[in-house]
């Protein structure tokens, strides 16, 4: 069984930081593209970031240059660096991963069950 845990969501004011962390666990063999997305109320899931296997990354032109993802796949965990946070980025902010259980099995698309995002004004 395989699970995405997030964690660091919290209250910040505006202008300040958080780091999410997205830690994977269970039977993995290996983990392909990694990302994040978030869910305002009455909005749409969007997605937020990107890290590739490589460490090649895309962001959404709202947080670009504010934010910052990564990956340490020794402790199959991602991370998500959110600096100058605006009311705006209210949110809750899910990870996802594709990941192969076995050499000889596709990937599958995993999700975490979210962490709020709260940013006061």
């Known amino acids: 069984q395989v699970q995405l845990v997030e964690s660091g969501g919290g209250l910040v004011q505006a202008g300040g930081s958080l780091k999410l962390s997205c830690s994977a666990s269970g039977s993995i063999f290996s983990i392909n593209t990694m990302n994040w997305y978030r869910q305002a109320p009455g909005k749409q899931r969007e997605l937020v970031a990107s890290?590739?296997?490589?460490?090649?990354?895309n962001y959404a032109e709202s947080v670009k240059g504010r934010f910052t993802i990564s990956r340490d796949d020794a402790k199959t965990t991602m991370y998500l660096q959110m600096n100058s946070l605006k009311p705006e980025d209210t949110a809750i902010y899910y990870c996802n991963a594709g990941i192969r259980l076995a050499w000889n099995r596709g990937y599958s698309d995993y999700w975490g069950q979210g962490t709020q995002v709260t940013v006061s004004s």
């Open positions: 890290i590739s296997t490589i460490g090649s990354t």
